[in-house]
């Protein structure tokens, strides 16, 4: 697939889902943006200025993250 870290994500759509799971400053949620053709970008809203890790959607299927979660689809 090659650098998924190459791939510019200026501009991408970041979706939000919560797991329910609750920390001291509010709950703590996932961003997940599509980035190519089976790649995708997954953030932290805690943090937004840090850079998104970046998965195919194998291993976001390997991870349990399903994109439909966030009303994306793969």
């Known amino acids: 697939m090659g ?3 190459a791939l510019d994500i200026a501009g ?3 979706s939000k889902a919560c ?3 609750t920390h001291p400053d509010g709950e ?3 961003t ?3 980035i ?3 790649v995708w970008a997954v953030g932290d809203s805690k943090c937004p200025d840090a850079e998104p890790l970046r ?3 194998a291993e976001l299927d390997a991870a349990g993250i399903d994109p439909a979660r966030f009303g994306l689809s793969a």
């Open 12 to 14: 991408a759509e970041f």
């Open 19 to 21: 797991g329910g799971s």
């Open 55 to 57: 998965f195919t959607t």
């Open 28 to 30: 703590a949620c996932v």
């Open 36 to 38: 190519g053709p089976g």
């Open 3 to 5: 650098d998924l870290y």
């Open 32 to 34: 997940l943006a599509r």
